[in-house]
């Protein structure tokens, strides 16, 4: 297990100059790099490290392996009023969920609530990069995906479904909005594999070893299944997630999907992003006053022993994001040792 002391803190613009860096290497083009870097590092910046740059040497070694296009050329598939469904054609999430968003965000100011749905994309990283897109618009960010296998079914051993997050963003008028951003699963599979890069064991009510044991072991919870959130509540969460953003938008969806570390076959998976343009309802002035008079009553609660605050969801995150963009990204040597690899196989010379 790395010690504190091991772990080393890098400037988020300095790490991600280096993510540009790597992609561009193999052909993503310099406005595309910048944009999924971006979202990499924003998933480090909020402590969602299993969602950050951990993933890039698998989009890096995807596209390499002619399984994961660098140029990401997004496809209008159909557009309908205030729906439309996108192709990702094989690229990279983070280019095809933004362009979702912004024409979600266009539609919504039109319509008063639109939804997009994209197929044929690949892992994007965090949700919250998203569904935040709408909080500069006074409007809120609903967004789905799905995700390759990690989740058996209630009551079973195999894995069929993925953690398929879900993220809600919240305007409130003030620097804190509320971002509710989930997977189904206890925790993402990406949390059990930076541990077992760290070393570390994992809580025994995170995951199921592949014979429906609980484990301790993140290598052994890698061959079983994650746990639901709520029993069998996040497992009909998980449900619904996957045919919003499988089975509706033409994407695969359960057991079809493939990992993105798989380097035998393309990925592929699909997103539903959804914006509410608050204003089709009521003066987003009124809004806030009554949302911030929730939030007071939220915070006022009689708190349990020990607990100094409540917070909303999604401050914790930006309580991160203020540390880390102030003193830097704390990046594990195991993370940081992959990158140097990667950038030496593919003779870039990294920032740091």
Not at 72 to 91: F, Y
Request: charged share 15%.
């Amino acid at each position: 297990m790395a010690e504190a002391t091991d772990i080393q803190r890098i400037a988020p613009a300095t790490l991600t100059a280096a993510c540009e860096h790597l992609l561009q290497r193999v052909g993503v083009p310099a406005d595309q790099a910048a944009l999924t870097a971006g979202v990499c590092v924003q998933a480090d910046l909020r402590g969602v490290e299993s969602h950050g740059v951990l993933r890039l040497p698998a989009y890096v070694h995807k596209v390499k392996a002619g399984l994961m296009a660098a140029d990401t050329q997004v496809e209008m598939v159909r557009d309908q009023g205030a729906m439309a469904l996108l192709d990702g054609q094989g690229g990279f999430g983070q280019v095809a969920a933004t362009e979702g968003m912004r024409l979600a965000l266009r539609k919504a100011r039109e319509c008063g609530l639109a939804a997009v749905g994209v197929r044929n994309a690949n892992h994007f990283g965090i949700a919250a990069c998203y569904a935040m897109m709408a909080l500069d618009e006074g409007m809120i960010g609903i967004v789905v995906s799905n995700a390759a296998p990690s989740m058996a079914p209630w009551g079973g051993v195999e894995a069929i479904l993925g953690s398929n997050p879900l993220c809600v963003a919240i305007p409130t008028g003030t620097e804190t909005p509320i971002v509710l951003d989930m997977a189904t699963t206890l925790v993402a599979r990406g949390k059990i594999r930076l541990a077992a890069e760290k070393g570390d064991s994992i809580p025994l009510t995170w995951a199921l070893d592949a014979l429906g044991q609980p484990t301790a072991d993140p290598r052994a919870a890698l061959a079983g299944t994650l746990l639901p959130i709520g029993g069998p509540k996040g497992y009909g969460l998980s449900l619904v997630h996957d045919v919003l953003a499988g089975v509706m938008t033409g994407s695969p969806f359960g057991s079809r999907i493939p990992s993105v570390h798989d380097l035998t076959r393309p990925s592929a998976v699909g997103f539903y992003l959804q914006a509410i343009n608050i204003q089709a309802f009521q003066p987003l002035s009124d809004f806030y006053r009554q949302i911030q008079q929730l939030i007071g009553e939220v915070r006022g609660a009689k708190r349990a022993v020990g607990v100094g605050k409540i917070y909303l969801p999604g401050e914790p995150e930006l309580e991160r994001v203020k540390d880390r963009m102030a003193n830097g990204i704390p990046v594990p040597p195991a993370l940081l040792n992959g990158l140097r690899e990667l950038a030496a196989e593919l003779q870039v010379t990294l920032p740091f």
